[in-house]
Every structure is written in structure tokens, then in C-alpha cells.
Nanobody, 124 residues
Framework: QVQLVESGGGLVQAGGSLSLSCAASGSIFRINSMGWYRQTPGKQRELVATITDTSSTNYADSVKGRFTISRDNFRHTMSLQMNALKPEDTAVYYC??????????????????WGQGTQVTVSS
């Protein structure tokens, strides 16, 4: 079984910085892409940033130049450094991984897993 544990988040004033972390553990054979998503009440979950196993990154236009995603393939961890935060960045942030379980290493069956979410609140 694979688990994701998120940490970080909290309350910060506009213009401030926060860092989020996500750690995967369990029967992992390989993690392909990892990503951060966010959701506010009444809205769909939206992509914030993703990173592939070769560290190719993709960002939502709204966070480009302010957020930086990174990962440690050995430790199965991912981070999101958020700078110049704005009130509109307020949301619950979720990490997501696209992975192959050890049991499926022969078939390459890919699975998706979400973290429990962590609240980020930016005050104006």
C-alpha cells in the first residue's frame, strides 16, 4: 500500500512565502509524475504545478514565476515553494502522484494517489 503525507501550509500575509512538502511511502516501484493541485469551495480542483521523473515541470499561468516545484526521486518527496503569495492563492492544496506499485512492476500498471490536502490561507 502506498501513502502520501503532506506538510506545510498555514496562514501568511500577502507577499509572503510558504513551502509545502509531500512524502510518499510504501510499496512503490516507481513514481512517474508528481503534482500539486488546489481547490476552493464551490470550484473544481485545478492544477498548480507538475514535475515528471526527469524533472520536467509545468505550471499554471497564475503561479508562473512565483512557485517552484521540485522532487527527490530517491526519497520519493516533492516540494512546492510558494513566493509572493496572493489572496487568490488561498485554497486547499493537494499533492498527487502517478506511480507503479511493486506488485505491478511486471505489468507497469499506473495508479494515481491523492494526499489529504493542506490549507493555505493568504491574508490581504
Amino acid at each position: 500500500q502506498v501513502q502520501l503525507v503532506e506538510s506545510g501550509g498555514g496562514l501568511v500575509q500577502a507577499g509572503g512565502s510558504l513551502s509545502l512538502s509531500c512524502a510518499a511511502s510504501g510499496s512503490i516501484f516507481r513514481i512517474n509524475s508528481m503534482g500539486w493541485y488546489r481547490q476552493t469551495p464551490g470550484k473544481q480542483r485545478e492544477l498548480v504545478a507538475t514535475i515528471t521523473d526527469t524533472s520536467s515541470t509545468n505550471y499554471a499561468d497564475s503561479v508562473k514565476g512565483r512557485f517552484t516545484i521540485s522532487r527527490d526521486n530517491f526519497r520519493h518527496t516533492m516540494s512546492l515553494q510558494m513566493n509572493a503569495l496572493k489572496p487568490e492563492d488561498t485554497a486547499v492544496y493537494y499533492c498527487n502522484i502517478d506511480y507503479i506499485d511493486i506488485k505491478s512492476k511486471g505489468t507497469g500498471l499506473r495508479m494515481s494517489l491523492w494526499g489529504q490536502g493542506t490549507q493555505v490561507t493568504v491574508s490581504s
